[in-house]
Each structure stands twice: as C-alpha cells, then as structure tokens.
C-alpha cells in the first residue's frame, strides 16, 4: 500500500541550514527539497519572535530547561559537600588563626587507631563509629605517622545553609512554572498568530528587500505515521515549521508499506516506476504473479533447486537480491515439480514418485497440452484482476457515478468469464447461463456506451463506447495469448535440456569408458548451466513484460510518482 505523507515547511535563517541538515539527517524520516526567499526587517523580526515565543512554551511545558538544571547540579554540589563536613562539624577557623592554633586533620579505620598518640599529640576525636576514626591534632603534629588529609574548605553549618537557599530557590523555580503553565493556552495562540504573520510577510517579501540576507525555505515530507516523533525532534531546533497533509498536488514522494515478502519485488516495480500519490500500490499483485510467471518459464525442479543454492552460498555478494533469488527457487522448485520435470528429464514414471503422482499437472486438458492449456487460464486470471484493480481505484478517484464506463467492461469481461466458468464446471445450467450473460450484457452495455462518462454528451459517450469496444476486442486477444510465452518459454528450455541429456547418454554409452564419464559429466554440467542462464534471462524479462504491459495497462497503472528517498546518515 502507499503511505500516506504529512508534508513540512521549514523556514530559517540561510546561515544554519547545515546544521539544520545535519539534524534532519540524524532524523532519517524526511524526504527534503529547499528553496531561498529574500528576508526583510519585519520578516527577521518575526522569525525572532516565533523562536523566543517556542523557546519559552518548551520551557514551561518541560521544567526541565538549562536554568532548572543548573539550580539541581548545584544543589547536588553542596549535597556531596555536605556529606564531607558534617563529620567535622562547625568552628571559627579565623579566631583559631588568630591564637596561632593550626589544625591537623586525619582519618584512619577505627582499629588502627593508637591510644597512645594521644599522649604524645594534641589529639581531638570527631567521630569513631567502629568502622572509621576522624581526628584532629592541635599544634605541632611533627612526626605524626598518618598522612595528613585535606581541611573541609568550609563549616558544616555554611554549607546547610547554602543547601536550603538552593532548596529554596529550586521550589520557588518549579512554583513559577507551574504559575506559568496557565498562561500555555494564550502563549500558544499568540505563537500561532505569529507564524501566521510570518508566512503572510514571507509571501509577500520582496527580491531587493535586503536581498543579501536569505532565509532558507525547506519543504520536506515524511510519513504521517512518524508525526510525533519528528514534531518532537523539530520543537529542539531552531527552525519555524508548519505542517499540513500532503494531497496530490504537492507531487510527495511515494513510499509502499509492505510485509516482508511482498517488500523483495519493490526493487521489480521501481524499474518501471512508482505510482502517483492517488494511484494504487501493485507490488502485491506483482509479487505473487511475477513469482509464478517465472516459475512456470523455468518449468524445472532441479533448475529451482540450484537457484536456492545459489541464493544460500551467495547471500554475502547478492545482498538484498539474495531472498528473491531463493523464493524464486522455492517457486520454480514447486512449479517444476507439478510439471514432473527435473534437469529436463520426465519424473512421472519413477516408480519412488507413484504415492504423489496425483499431484502431476496431466499432460493434456481438453485434448491440449496442460502446460499451455494452463499458461492462458494464468493469462485471464491476471487480466480479470487488473481490470477488478482498475474499478475499484478508479471508483475511489471518480466515485461510482464518474466510473460507470469502466464498472461496465468489468462486468462484462469478468463477469462473463466467471460465468462462463461455471457453466463448464456444471455448476449453473445452460438457460440460467444464458439468462445471466444476457442482464450482464445490458447492465454492461449501459455503462459502456450512454454513461461511459457521465459529464459528456450521451452520442459523444455512444461513439467513445465504440472505440473502445474496438480496442477492447483486438487487445484483450493479443493480450490473453501473449501468455503462451509462458509455455513457449518453459518448453524451450526443456527440450533443449533434454537435448543435452540425450547426446550425453549417447556419449556414455553403456558406461565402460572412464574416458566417456569424463564427457559425459563435461557435457551435462556444461549444457545445463547454459540452458539454466538462458532459461532464468527469459523467466527474468518476459514476466515483467507481462507485467508491465498486460497488467498495468489493463489495470490503469500509471508510474507518474517519485521514490521516498528521506535525508538521512
């Protein structure tokens, strides 16, 4: 599916686009272009304005500003201060000073502490609480066999009163922001009165006011399902930016959304290109038809299972490549299996096969070949459903009444077909079948020809029906047999690696010659790698054929979009 895009504009001052960039790039999400518009006086002003006004409204709305921060890293300071001090209490250090009395301070774990010293030093306790012991020695401490530790720079009782001023101040600061935050509702419709008046002068600014003095205007989309997380990203710069939903006419870059399986086949449909913005996603139909398609032109179980090899022992060189190459093993694994073939050779009459030979495609239906018999049933399948793809993307562009042409040739032609489908099968009667073909046909033919649009003049819409009914006639037959190449494709590369199977088993002979082995392997490996390079070349280019011309013009497809390509490291 397409995502839907929120689509931004950014507006700032030519001077920080690269660290706005860089920024963005950090981001990852948004797809950006830019653009420069001349900035005047009044427009300058009120891009300061609009910053000083969103700085303050995050600052309310956060508390968690620089100021803030500041008050608690300071208050942790003192905390930790504190927990230095308390243990050496409260003393008038200068009156010390004065009386030529000079404090020594230590501290030791508590059984290491001698008793002795205190009769050799002036030795005053502080605090013993078992586990250490803090002490000061008064006057001379010459010889003292402790080192000497640092003084506390203050009293315990400076640093508890600066701690309740920081207290204070902190609480006075979060009673401010709390005030503040009634004022929220008001700031921001100020804010938004602001970015109008700036988008208004903006407009008008004009090229030889202060033309030296640029603002770079960006526009950018992102996926709407990432709004939050990029509005959150962009409050933190200083840029001004609005944002609005993105429509058709903004041309936004296209980005699928798919599972893991489907994901592998977007690199198929970029080939072609991706859809405009209301247009529909066909990377699921895509997948699942072009996975077929291959398979059937491969035809080949042991081919399949080299692919798979191939995937697996290449994964490193073959990237992203590599699970494609593997399913598209897988595919052709199943495929070739149902076709009873394996490196060209008929598995059908090995008697280790006879429990699973129910699951064999017969080798004819209806007197035809299965394998082409098959190949057009594929053929009609995919063009009904581009042709159900087409009504419903067109009826959501249009509305019902805007598609009734096209809701027409879809009864009609898909309609039929199921019909006509049952009534091969025996599920609904001849007459009821007739009954139903005939509703559909005038249902249809009232779409087609009166109403085909419904603005236009009904003989206009009558004439338009007939050249359309013309187109539909001689395309939808070319483009139903255009499928055989799915069995020309398959059968070529079988018969050719059967060709190779039969001159080496005509080289080996009846196995006697260890100089025919040697030939024999020679020609088989050789053959069947030339067979299977040639084989998955054509099961590569003719499913995207059918693809993107069958499928995509039947089902109105038209790559008029742009790859998401979001500015990122």
Not at 200 to 228: I, Q
Not at 282 to 307: E, R, W
Not at 490 to 516: E, H, K, R, W
Request: proline letters at 4%.
């Amino acid at each position: 599916m397409i995502e839907k895009m929120t689509k931004y504009s950014f507006v700032l001052l030519d001077a920080a686009k690269e660290d706005f960039l860089s920024s963005l790039q950090e981001i990852g999400l948004v797809d950006i272009t830019r653009s420069s518009k001349p900035v005047d006086e009044r427009t300058s002003a009120l891009l300061e304005s609009i910053e000083a006004q969103k700085k303050l409204i995050s600052e309310i709305e956060s508390g968690s500003d620089s100021t803030l921060k500041g008050l608690k890293d300071n208050l942790s300071s003192l905390e930790k201060e504190a927990q230095e001090t308390r243990f050496w209490g409260s003393w008038d250090r200068s009156a010390l000073e004065e009386a030529g009395v000079k404090l020594h301070f230590y501290k030791v774990v508590s059984k290491k502490f001698d008793p002795s010293w205190e009769a050799d030093y002036a030795i005053f306790k502080v605090q013993d609480d078992g586990k250490d012991c803090r002490f000061v020695i008064a006057g001379d401490n010459a010889g003292f066999p402790v080192k000497e530790i640092p003084a506390p720079s203050r009293n315990y009782s400076d640093v508890n009163a600066d701690i309740k001023a920081a207290t204070d101040g902190i609480n006075a600061y979060h009673a401010k922001l709390e005030a503040a935050k009634s004022e929220l509702p008001a700031m921001r419709e100020a804010l938004a009165g602001l970015q109008g008046d700036f988008s208004r002068a903006l407009a008008s600014a004009a090229a030889e006011d202060a033309a030296e003095n640029l603002l770079a205007v960006f526009e950018g989309f992102a996926p709407a399902e990432d709004d939050a997380e990029i509005q959150q990203r962009l409050d933190k710069m200083d840029v001004v930016w609005f944002k609005d939903e993105a429509v058709l006419e903004d041309n936004p870059p296209i980005k699928f959304k798919n599972n893991k399986f489907v994901r592998m086949f977007e690199m198929l449909v970029d080939m072609y290109g991706r859809p405009s913005y209301d247009g529909f996603d066909p990377t699921p139909f895509f997948s699942i038809f072009f996975l077929l398609f291959f398979a059937f032109c491969m035809g080949d179980a042991g081919y399949g299972l080299l692919l798979v090899a191939l995937g697996l022992g290449l994964k490193k060189k073959l990237g992203d490549i590599s699970p494609l190459v593997i399913v598209l093993g897988v595919a052709t694994t199943v495929i070739g299996f149902l076709f009873h073939t394996f490196f060209s050779i008929d598995i059908s009459q090995w008697k280790i096969l006879e429990p699973v030979k129910g699951v064999f495609l017969p080798s004819k239906i209806a007197g035809y070949d299965g394998t082409m018999v098959l190949s057009i049933i594929v053929g009609i399948i995919h063009i009904c459903v581009a042709m159900v793809v087409k009504t419903c993307v067109s009826t959501r562009q249009k509305g019902f009444l805007g598609s009734l042409g096209t809701w027409g040739w879809t009864l009609l032609i898909v309609g039929g077909i199921i019909v006509g489908a049952f009534a091969l099968l025996g599920v609904i009667d001849k007459s009821l079948t007739k009954t139903i073909i005939i509703v559909l046909g005038i249902i249809s033919a009232i779409g087609i020809f009166p109403l085909n649009d419904i603005h236009r003049n009904p003989l206009a819409n009558v004439g338009m029906g007939l050249w359309d009914t013309y187109n539909a006639v001689t395309g939808l037959l070319g483009d139903v047999l255009s499928y055989l190449r799915l069995y020309a494709l398959g059968l070529a590369g079988m018969m050719l690696g059967s060709s190779f199977n039969t001159i080496g088993q005509a080289i080996l002979g009846d196995g006697s010659s260890p100089v025919s082995w040697v030939f024999f392997i020679l020609l088989v490996v050789v053959g069947h790698t030339l067979n299977i390079a040639m084989a998955a070349l054509g099961a590569f280019v003719h499913p995207l054929r059918l693809n993107f011309l069958e499928f995509f013009k039947n089902s109105g497809y038209e790559a008029a979009g742009r790859n998401f390509d979001p500015l990122k490291k």
